[in-house]
């Protein structure tokens, strides 16, 4: 059986050394694999033997990657960022009318308008296949770096990422949060502050969530501790049926309240009031450099733009 340098660089082998070179953990990097840790441990040693030295070491229950490991882990990324080069390269060369875009959506996005885009962009263009994936913020920025996904639709500014010379945006719509509660006393005020909101516990995103984030940034920076928190829900359909169900107090964006029937929650003791300040931030189309130069995919963020002209969509959160 040959054991050659081409086996051993195999894009399979150099996946799992970057999976380990993320998690620093060799139990949770093969279950995120879907592998059993020795085979992963094999695997490593494999690739330390043909370049002839560690690539990680330990420090008491601590992983670290050897100086080796880190050139060996700069190099990777070099050798992939070079296949996706070449991979937009040609893909550049194709139909704006036929193929496939991958598509990432950040699974706490409201989904409507994108739902209604890609009938409409199939009734004119039946063979351009979309691929729609919900993922959440971690998934979103590994399928990007692997060339998995053509676009991500997700809500930005996000400090999560450090690097972001290898990628490019281009706004939607800019958003805000709302406030929703069922104290009759707020219910004819426009505005609330961050201090009044708190009084009654709510129900949000899970903890990793962007919005989760954003709303404990928006309390930090304001010196003011968060309110009690009684149930996470992913999607905004959940969270906003638990919140009324429950009479518990909650924030959705604006983009997603738009599309909820105001007289439907009045009668069942729900409203919806701003915040003083308002809690802003972007939903936004993210793709690595020079994606956006691909035809399909450059039609498809042109479709976009027209349909949303076209629907009148989103114009609301801009007034």
């Known amino acids: 059986m040959k054991t050659t340098q081409e086996n051993i660089f195999s894009s399979k082998t150099l996946s799992y050394f ?61 050798i992939y960022d070079l296949l996706n080069e070449a991979t937009d390269e040609i893909q ?42 919900m993922l959440n913020r971690k998934e979103i920025w590994e399928h990007l770096e692997n060339n998995k996904i053509d676009l991500a639709i997700m809500y930005l500014p996000d400090e999560s990422i450090k690097n972001w010379k290898p990628y490019s945006s281009k706004k939607i719509v800019t958003d805000d949060l709302m406030f929703i509660h069922h104290n009759e006393n707020y219910k004819n005020r426009n505005k609330i502050k961050l201090n009044d909101s708190k009084k009654h516990p709510w129900v949000i995103y899970p903890r990793e969530y962007y919005l989760n984030t954003l709303l404990h940034e928006s309390f930090k920076n304001c010196n003011i501790d968060f309110p009690k928190v009684a149930a996470r829900y992913t999607n905004p359909d959940q969270i906003l049926k638990f919140a009324i169900s429950t009479q518990l107090n909650t924030v959705l964006p604006k983009s997603y309240i738009l599309g909820v029937d105001k007289q439907k929650l009045s009668d069942q003791h729900t409203w919806i009031t701003e915040f003083d300040p308002k809690i802003k931030f972007d939903l936004s189309f993210v793709y690595r450099n020079n994606k956006n130069q691909i035809p399909r995919i450059k039609n498809f963020l042109d479709r976009f733009d027209a349909f949303l002209k076209e629907e009148d969509y989103f114009s609301r959160l801009e007034k």
């Open 18 to 78: 970057l999976q380990l070179a993320d998690t620093m953990n060799y139990t949770q990097a093969a279950q995120i694999l879907g592998i059993t840790q020795p085979a992963l441990t094999q695997q490593i040693k494999k690739l330390e033997r043909t370049v002839g030295t560690p690539l990680f070491y330990s420090v008491g229950k601590k992983l670290k990657l050897s100086d080796a490991g880190i050139t060996m882990l700069r190099t990777t990324h070099e």
């Open 92 to 133: 550049q060369a194709t139909s704006s009318n036929i193929g496939e875009i991958n598509l990432g959506i950040l699974s706490s996005i409201e989904t409507k308008v994108i739902e209604d885009f890609t009938i409409e962009l199939y009734k004119r263009n039946p063979d351009l296949v979309i691929n729609t994936l």
